[in-house]
């Protein structure tokens, strides 16, 4: 293998390189990965200088604590690469804020961001070929923490890993999406660590989900815990509906995940002169507004999801269609935030990140 060290990142190249076993015309989404990750172990008290190495199994403790008390979380972002093979990301520092807002709730230590820029900067680069051209494509990139300190105490660990792992990704969602708001179970409450990207929110999920998966539905629209009678957002993304004209997002709260593609929704909403209110929407007035047609659009933002439309919501054994708009904001909002982020157009807003 072939070590090197560059911007003080040492890289350790793979052998032979897997680009070839891949259709970059059909990706799925996050199930290929690149031939390289970067891992940073942090120990006695320290973030060590990070490697990038072949991408490949780790090898831990049974002890180790992430199996037990679930010390993880997670970022996730994308990589896209312009006409001219240029690659961008959107917003990576706030990305980098979120990972230390989710360490802080999870009692791990936080990620310096030098590190984390030019650790995604380095990988980036070295695996650029991997970036995808095709249309709707991109690198999902996803940066990790996880407790790897052993031990069976239920305390916070001593030692952790940070690793990105990179994977050309196509569509999150293929087809339509149809969405149940949920009556019973929850996601998260007040005080506890909705707003946080980590694991055991998505694995609470789970089981909830596949019950909705079995009545036909691809993701459950969460409600609060306390009445099930407040919109707050998807299993992987945020929730606008728009009624009449007007679009409507749940406040943030230590129970919902503060999106960045929300946020630039809201941003492009005001460039736009679009009405927007940011305030607490109930399920009864999404219902009554779909019952007498003011409901004109529902959809649900985020960096694996983009902007995806709700075409059917369900609530309380009843189906309600949304209408297939042409002038949709939906579509909108998509044609600007992808153009920005595919470098198509004008970024005013300052969010495109050269690689
Ligand atoms: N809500 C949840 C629970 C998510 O997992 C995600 C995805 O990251 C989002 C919302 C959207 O956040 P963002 O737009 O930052 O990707
Ligand atoms: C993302 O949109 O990046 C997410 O983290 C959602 C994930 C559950 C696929």
Not at 50 to 61: C, V
């Amino acid at each position: 293998m072939e070590s090197t060290t560059k911007n003080l990142i040492e890289i350790v190249k793979a052998e032979t390189s897997k680009i070839n076993q891949v259709d970059f015309d059909n990706l799925a989404f996050g199930n290929v990965f690149s031939d390289h990750m970067l891992v940073c172990d942090y120990k006695n008290g320290v973030w060590e200088t990070p490697k990038i190495i072949p991408y490949g199994p780790l090898s831990l403790e049974p002890s180790a604590k992430i199996f037990h008390y679930g010390q993880s979380i997670f970022e996730g972002m994308k990589a896209y690469k312009d006409a001219n093979g240029t690659t961008w990301l959107f917003r990576p520092l706030d990305n980098h804020k979120r990972l230390n807002i989710s360490a802080k709730r999870m009692a791990i230590p936080e990620f310096p961001e030098a590190f984390f820029m030019e650790g995604l900067k380095t990988l980036l680069r070295l695996d650029r070929e991997w970036i995808p051209r095709t249309t709707g494509s991109s690198m999902y990139i996803r940066p990790f923490i996880f407790a790897s300190g052993k031990g069976f105490h239920a305390s916070p660990a001593d030692e952790y890993k940070f690793i990105i792992a990179l994977a050309p990704s196509g569509a999150y969602f293929s087809g339509k999406v149809k969405v149940l708001i949920e009556q019973h179970y929850s996601r998260s409450a007040n005080g506890g660590v909705g707003y946080a990207k980590t694991g055991g929110n998505y694995a609470g999920q789970f089981h909830p989900t596949q019950l909705a998966v079995e009545k036909g539905y691809n993701q459950v629209i969460w409600t609060d815990d306390n009445t099930h009678e407040y919109i707050e957002e998807a299993g992987a993304m945020n929730i606008f509906v728009r009624i009449g004209d007007t679009l409507i997002t749940g406040p943030t709260s230590d129970r919902i995940l503060d999106g960045i593609t929300r946020k630039s929704v809201l941003e492009i909403a005001k460039d736009e002169g679009i009405p927007t209110e940011v305030r607490k929407i109930t399920v009864t007035e999404v219902v009554e507004a779909a019952k007498n047609k003011t409901l004109k659009e529902m959809f649900g933002t985020g960096t694996a999801a983009v902007i995806s439309p709700i075409a059917t919501f369900g609530h309380k054994d009843r189906d309600y269609d949304l209408p297939e708009l042409t002038d949709s904001y939906a579509s909108l909002f998509k044609k600007r935030i992808t153009d920005i982020q595919y470098n198509r157009a004008e970024d005013k807003f300052g969010w495109r990140f050269k690689i």
